[in-house]
């Protein structure tokens, strides 16, 4: 198996600390390149921070708008359109488009680069060094693909029974998930901190389903968000189990790969919801093809930068995209005067979300820095004793001989002498 580092994801909602990209220019992995240091370990300087800082807000600014745009548009098009696998189908379709504009991307930026025979080649030894099939598309792309639609059809059926805000706050406990996941499964280390923003997201989640008095649509609405997270956290985690650290281009790819066997295999259950009445279709002239190919837009730029922004800057700044959001989707319930009831309860609920999904962005060494800043503040504090070696002086000085004890406080039963 695979050695478990630092590496690439193709995700379908939020980055993850535990799933980062370690792209290199020349196609190079981390994992692969030993005595090499990775981009996290070389010296930087203040000019290059800075500009990564710079870079990782622009971008997280950019996923929110890019998310609470999914979200929004993926409440709005089941108004009259209730077919939300087949909405799920259509936006996982347009992942065909990822390789082929990355291809053409290459070409367009080096005329030195490989022939796109070579390139996909090169691209293909994530699913299977021996060349790509069917038989690798249905074994090694399969499962992904089918939680990949889980998840989507999931958050979009939570959509039908919550707000936007309740989706998009319940949504970010996918990063606790993945947290517990890969601690069990992967062995990575135990932090104490993701513990306690594990049982935090379990009390937000208890409480937003509270807030409305455990009501159905509720209760329906937050069990549908956890498990479109479950199924999220669960993608990665495999993800980063069976296949490994993987290049930029392996990764469109992949995403590609998921687009054809969505297509391929899991479109004709949409027809068979269309033929049962379950999901019915409405005429050709009352499909909201606007809004349907936004939203598989949106989410394909989404996915695009959320994959290839831990390049840029930081994986924490790019999982802040998804928190962004939050705030975002609320701003616009309130513009739109959705009535949702923000009581004391449901705020409260956000809060906890919002503390647990920071908690997790947390890096491995957080309580190694804060113990050392915590010790400088105190050494900083402290005052020295400028000749703590000299307790005869001191003895002395409190007119105790020096061969005598000094005074001893009376115990119980002892009469002190006149």
Known sequence: MKKHTTRVSPLTACDSPVLSLTWLEGGERTADAPGRKSAAEEPKGALDVLGRVARGTALAVCLAGCWAGVTQLGKAVQVNFEAPFFVACHAAGW????????????LLVSWHCRAPLEQLRASTRLLSEGGFSVRVLVTRTGPFCV????TTYLY???L????????SALFCCNKAFVFLLSWIVLKDRFMGVRIVAAILSVTGIVLIAYADGFLRNAIVGVALVVGSASASALYKVLFKLLLGPARFGEVMFFLTALGAFSLLFLSWVSVALHITRVEPWPSAGLVPWGQLCGLAALLL?????????AAVTSPTLVSLGVFLSVPVNTATDVYQGTDWG???VRLSALFILCLAFLLLLLPEEWDTVALGVLTKLGGRGAKEDPDPDNSEGSSQAAGWPSSLPGPRCPERGDVPTP
């Open 95 to 106: 992942n065909l488009l990822l390789f082929p504009a990355y291809c053409a991307s290459r």
């Open 147 to 150: 939680l990949w639609m889980v």
């Open 156 to 158: 979009l059926l939570a």
């Open 160 to 167: 039908r029974n919550i707000s936007t805000t309740e989706v």
């Open 301 to 309: 730029v989404f996915n695009v930068l959320i994959n290839c922004g």
């Open 342 to 344: 923000l009581g004391q």
